[in-house]
């Protein structure tokens, strides 16, 4: 809801067709259903569609979007659950100006890293950050890690380990 809520039309891109309702209480105005792509026949520049985009799958997500950006659209990267290739062409970059950042967090400096949080706990809140996180004791790892690999989970979980 961060960006819906600062009045972006915000579009979901899932393979889970069952969380439309989530997605759209997280502020997805449009669901497209990822099996709704031909992934083989994505060519180099689709219709324009999207001023900017977030990407945490890479792989043929990345160059689908990257194909369907608009004159000087920005992505950012932020992550490689599908793959950590990506088989693109220069026609994005060169034809459309697009912009591909790579989103390094890990090692970002304290002053930036302290604006971010800051922004992240005030005008920049999710407001349905309970919604999307879980929480489980470091005994119910095992359990968990089979909810992620038959793609049971959404959201995030957080570790509680016990001293």
């Given amino acids: 809801d961060m960006l819906a809520r600062r009045g972006y039309h915000v579009a979901a891109l899932t393979g889970k067709e ?11 105005a449009e669901i497209i259903p990822r099996a709704s792509i ?4 994505v060519r180099p520049l689709e219709a324009a569609r999207w001023a900017g985009a977030v990407d945490n799958v890479g792989g043929p997500i990345l160059h689908w979007v990257l194909a369907t950006m608009r004159q000087a ?5 932020i992550g490689n659950a599908a793959s950590i290739h990506l088989n693109t062409t220069v026609f994005p970059f060169i034809l459309r100006g697009v912009s591909l950042l790579g989103i390094d967090s890990g090692y970002m400096g304290e002053p930036t890293r302290s604006r971010v949080w800051q922004r992240l706990a005030t005008d920049l809140k999710p407001r349905c950050l309970a ?4 929480t489980i004791d470091f005994d119910q790892l095992p359990g968990a890690f089979d909810d992620y690999i038959q793609g049971r ?7 509680r380990i016990s001293a």
Avoid at 18 to 28: I, S, V
Avoid at 73 to 77: E, Q
Avoid at 131 to 134: A, L, N
Wanted: hydrophobic share 30%; aromatic share 6%; no cysteine.
């Fill in 18 to 28: 069952t969380e439309t309702d989530y997605l759209r209480e997280l502020g997805a």
């Fill in 38 to 41: 031909d992934w083989d026949t």
């Fill in 73 to 77: 659209g920005t992505v950012a990267s």
């Fill in 131 to 134: 919604g999307v996180t879980r």
């Fill in 153 to 159: 989970v959404k959201g995030r979980t957080v570790v």
